[in-house]
Nanobody
Framework: QVQLVESGGGLVQAGGSLRISCAGL????????MGWFRQAPGKEREFVAS????????TYADSVKGRFTISGDSTKNMVYLQMNSLNSEDTAVYYC?????????????????????WGQGTQVTVSS
C-alpha cells in the first residue's frame, strides 16, 4: 500500500513564502513522476506542478510559474513545493499525487486523472 502524506501547510501573509512537503510511505514508491494539485473552496481541483523522477523535468501551471518551485529527493521518497510571493488566490488545499507510469507529454502530467496515488491534502491560507 502506497501512502502519500503532505505537511508544512499553514497561514502566511501575502507576499510571503511557504514550503510544503510530501512523503511517500509504505512499499517503495516507484513512481514515474510526482505532482502537486490544489483545490480552492468552490473551485475545481487544478494542476500546480509536476516533476519526473528520472529526468527531473518539471512542469508548472502558468499561474505559479516564476513563483513556485517543485523539487524531489527520490532516495527519501520526498517531494517539495517551495511557494514564494504568495497571494490570496493561492489559498487552497494542496494535494500531492504520484504517477505510476511514464507519460508521453508535459500536458499529460498536468491531468489529475493520470495520477494513481493521492495524499489527504494540506491547507495553505494566504492572508491579505
Amino acid at each position: 500500500q502506497v501512502q502519500l502524506v503532505e505537511s508544512g501547510g499553514g497561514l502566511v501573509q501575502a507576499g510571503g513564502s511557504l514550503r510544503i512537503s510530501c512523503a511517500g510511505l509504505g512499499r517503495t514508491l516507484s513512481s514515474a513522476a510526482m505532482g502537486w494539485f490544489r483545490q480552492a473552496p468552490g473551485k475545481e481541483r487544478e494542476f500546480v506542478a509536476s516533476i519526473r523522477r528520472t529526468s527531473g523535468r518539471t512542469t508548472y501551471a502558468d499561474s505559479v510559474k516564476g513563483r513556485f518551485t517543485i523539487s524531489g529527493d527520490s532516495t527519501k521518497n520526498m517531494v517539495y513545493l517551495q511557494m514564494n510571493s504568495l497571494n490570496s488566490e493561492d489559498t487552497a488545499v494542496y494535494y500531492c499525487a504520484a504517477v505510476d507510469r511514464y507519460l508521453m507529454t508535459d500536458y499529460q502530467y498536468t491531468r489529475g486523472a493520470n495520477y494513481r496515488y493521492w495524499g489527504q491534502g494540506t491547507q495553505v491560507t494566504v492572508s491579505s
